[in-house]
């Protein structure tokens, strides 16, 4: 069996700069969400936190995340905003890119909305 090897160096950084290399710099997404330009698209929740279908306004796209020192890390980003105005806008970001938007919001909304982390940490934090 032959050892194990590795790319080479030479192709990793390789790979690196082509993918730093796309695009200009993308705006904060609290820039986005401000922008007057920005374009929201109505959607409908159902069992927004275990209540009814709720209607909310998103915006999605895919993009490179850098950190410094860091590999470059695809996904998809999800901003969220209220327009009955009850909650503050927010981003949802998933590394899936193939990951609907419907899907992100879901297990979002679904995080809390059951309760059952309660009987298991309610314990451990002496409640």
Avoid at 27 to 56: D, I, K
Avoid at 75 to 93: C, H, K, M, N, S
Wanted: hydrophobic share 40%.
């Amino acid at each position: 069996m032959p050892p194990f090897t590795s790319r080479p160096r030479r192709a990793i950084q390789a790979r690196w700069e082509d993918l730093a290399s796309k695009g200009e710099r993308l705006p904060n997404l609290s820039v986005v969400a401000e922008a007057p330009t920005t374009v929201w698209t109505p959607m409908a929740v159902g069992g927004w936190y275990g209540n009814a279908e709720r209607t909310v306004e998103i915006v999605t796209k895919t993009a490179l995340w850098y950190s410094t020192g860091l590999p470059a890390v695809p996904l998809r980003w999800v901003l969220i905003r209220d327009p009955q105005g009850e909650f503050e806008t927010q981003a949802l970001l998933c590394t899936n890119l193939a990951t609907q938007p419907e899907q992100i919001i879901s297990w979002f909304v679904r995080r809390l909305s059951d309760g059952s982390h309660l009987p298991r940490s309610t314990p451990a934090l002496g409640i």
